[in-house]
């Protein structure tokens, strides 16, 4: 397919640059195929991200993702500051997970570093990171119901419970989003006992909250009508294109790294692994209802467990003039969009020689268009909207 | 994981201890990546991450047999380095590196057709470090701009100061901005 000279009559350009559409095809096609940029404006993109769509009438025939709106080289950038330099910049890719951000890299730059965490300091990491898994996906399933044109208030419902979250983030970090709270060896600052009773407050109503939003939304007859058989991912090249995360376990196969990798302390605490079945938008959307389920279960034992009084960061931890010994390491968690993982080479210097970030936002999106084909254009926002990425981290 | 029957199968792949990973030559890279995906012993079916990694040219030293230091120039390269890991066994990380001849014309083969997590990571690498992947499908740039002409993340690599470029009347931005009003005077792209 090559585009070709546009049908007579028509302007050649708009008054504003470029046209944004075109008709492509030969003689035979003239006038099939229309080109359409999706994007990067569109509020369903979820901040600037650009689709390339050739659609016939409006089944999608091509889709081809632009990135790099909001690219500004974060790996170059933490290559030229010092390790713990580019500890609040990580809370900037994925922006609405700021704490998982911190500890992706965080337990990277332990494991290269040889240094180990204080149990304390490992349960307030759960903690915090499975209240970020709640934030994280009541509010995807929020913007998912956007998406799909219930305008508002779902998404309010689920921005109100955030808000909760938000507030013992700002308590305990001094940011609401942005709270670069991890160090290396442990944290930043301690959770005190009524942080802490505000947390269990949270818990304790998180699934009635849950229940009502169910009831409100989950058998919607139009929820239903447009997610269920829409967007499948199949499980094999769910695995073959390194999908990760909600996603991959949507498509049915058994892959959680807090299970398989064990980091931190999850060797501890008993929860189940969500899976579906179908590999749909349905599925997505449920899984992660599930998740936020068992995330509850998750922070209810570790508030249980929790030892009382302890240190929170590592004695041997050095904020100031780190300098890991040569060598390199690669540290992932199980993030709410996927596996993060971070890569890094030291040389022995105050800096990282190479810094890389795995985004899971990035790599699920390889596979959109082969979730799009074939479907109708209204759909592919409801597909992307269920992928779950936020554009910080897959541009960096 | 049989490291012993891996390095017996492919007698040119190098175990590197200090990285903990395999150097794997690029005549045979998709030979061992079709190797770690199919054995039912390895079945490495998830290509996790994909990077590059810069490596300046460096004077290395070396002991030689008598017990004499003798220091000699390494040259350049740039560095893919592969994280496999297994889903259906859960173990990993498998760590492969792939090596260029220099840093003048990188080209490797691309392990897209075997691994679909690789398109999106190559063509960052071929963005952001120059690296060609011959046998990639789509092999643009994904998070520069097309017209960019550098390679960013390159370890000499030196940041111009007309990104965003406007004439203001000093001495050394109006020499760039001749040089630039001619190349404007060039007749425009016009990219499909």
Redesign the interface.
Known sequence: M??DAPPSGAPAESLYGPRSYRVWGDDALAGQFLEVSMGPHHPSTHGVFRMDVVLDGETVVRLKPV??YL?R?H??LAEGMSWLGSMPYTDRLDYLCSMTNNWAYALAVEKLAGLGVPERAEYIRVIVGELTRLVNHICLAGFLLADLGALGTPLLYAFREREKILDVFEEISGARMMCNYMRFGGVRADLSPEVLQKIARIVDRFPAFLDEFERLVSGNEILLSRCQGVGVLPRD?A??????GPMLRASG?D?DLRK?DRYGIYDRFEFRVPLGEHGDVYDRYMLRILEMRESISILRQALAQMPEKGEILHPQAKLRNFRPKP??A?G?IEGPKG?L?F?L?SDGGVCPY?Y?V?PPS??N???LEDMCLGQKVADVIVIFGSVDIVLGEA?? | MNAERFAAQFPGVQWDAATSSWIVPHEILLDVANFLKTDPEFRMEMLSNVTGVDRLPAKVKTKGEDGKETEHERPGYLEVVYHFYSVSRKQGPLVLRCRTEGRETPILPSITPLFRSAEFQEREIFDLFGIVFSGHPDLRRILMWDEFEDFPMRKDYVEPDDYEWEPTPHDAVLVKARRRQVADSAPPRHDA
Request: net charge positive.
């Open positions: 090559t585009p990135f790099g690219h080289n790996e170059k090249l695995v073959n294109a390194g999908v990760t196969v892959y398989v060598g390199e690669y992932r596996e993982g890569y080479i190479r890389r795995r990035f790599i999106l390889t596979v541009d960096r």
